[in-house]
């Protein structure tokens, strides 16, 4: 099974800030086929990124993956006061499919 | 627009089953594979499996298997997750999803709302 890293666990940053999410994979991952998911309290996962730098239909600029094999990034230019959440990283190349612990982003 | 609409919280005591339902409309429910995820409390999401609404073919993650059956009703375009055995771990939102392209291509990217399952 690919095991899915994430770091840090908390972000602790001002809106306007730029963030960056990691996501390491314990071996490489097919096709690129890594995807980034917000998720807010109370709400189901929400696609922002697929393919590891594609990003989903209606997903803000702002937003930008990266990354290849086993090192991924999501970026969050400036953060608006909407985009404190969790990210989630998930790989869905091969089975089982595997998500990463999650990365908390939270007002500073 | 395409949705996946869950059936309501349930309380279950430890041993017994659940029998979660997810209901596809806006789409051809037979195109994409329903996927099964859930997320206990303050945790990450985990996979739990697939279903081919098609052929109704599966998928199981290890963690689940000889615990959980995922079936189907086209007529109805309802798939179906069913877990036995309950154990106060297996409190948590339980979610179904599909990728809306062929080969997940473009991710997974519709969602149910999540259904609140506590074993207690």
């Known amino acids: 099974d690919i095991v899915l890293t994430q770091s840090p666990g908390t972000l602790s940053l001002s809106p306007g800030e730029r963030a960056t999410l990691s996501c390491r994979a314990s071996?490489?991952?097919?096709?690129?086929?890594l995807a980034w998911f917000q998720q807010k309290p109370g709400q189901a996962p929400r696609l922002l990124i697929h393919?590891?730098?594609t990003r989903a239909a209606g997903i803000p600029d702002r937003f930008s993956g990266s990354g290849s094999e086993t090192d991924f990034t999501l970026t969050i230019g400036r953060l608006e006061p909407e985009d404190f959440a969790v990210y989630h990283c998930?790989?869905?190349?091969?089975?089982?499919?595997?998500f990463g612990g999650g990365t908390k982003v939270e007002i500073k | 627009q395409m949705q996946l609409v869950q059936s309501g919280a349930d309380v279950k005591k430890p041993g017994a089953s659940v029998k979660v339902s997810c209901k596809a409309s806006?789409?051809?429910?037979?195109?994409?594979?329903i996927h099964w995820m859930r997320q206990a409390p303050g945790q990450g999401l985990e996979w739990m499996g697939w279903?081919?609404?098609?052929?109704?073919?599966?998928n199981y993650a290890q963690n689940f298997q000889g615990r959980v059956t995922m079936t189907r009703d086209t007529s109805i375009n309802t798939a179906y997750m069913d877990l036995s055995r309950l154990r106060s771990d297996d409190t948590a939102i339980y979610f179904c999803?599909?990728?809306?392209?062929?080969?997940?291509?473009?991710?997974?990217?519709?969602w149910g709302q999540g259904t609140t399952v506590i074993v207690s």
């Open positions: 999803a599909f990728c809306a392209s062929i080969g997940c291509l473009r991710g997974m990217d519709v």
């Open positions: 998930q790989q869905y190349g091969s089975s089982p499919l595997t």
């Open positions: 279903i081919i609404p098609n052929s109704g073919g599966t």
């Open positions: 071996q490489s991952v097919t096709r690129n086929f």
């Open positions: 806006g789409y051809t429910f037979t195109d994409y594979y």
């Open positions: 393919g590891a730098s």
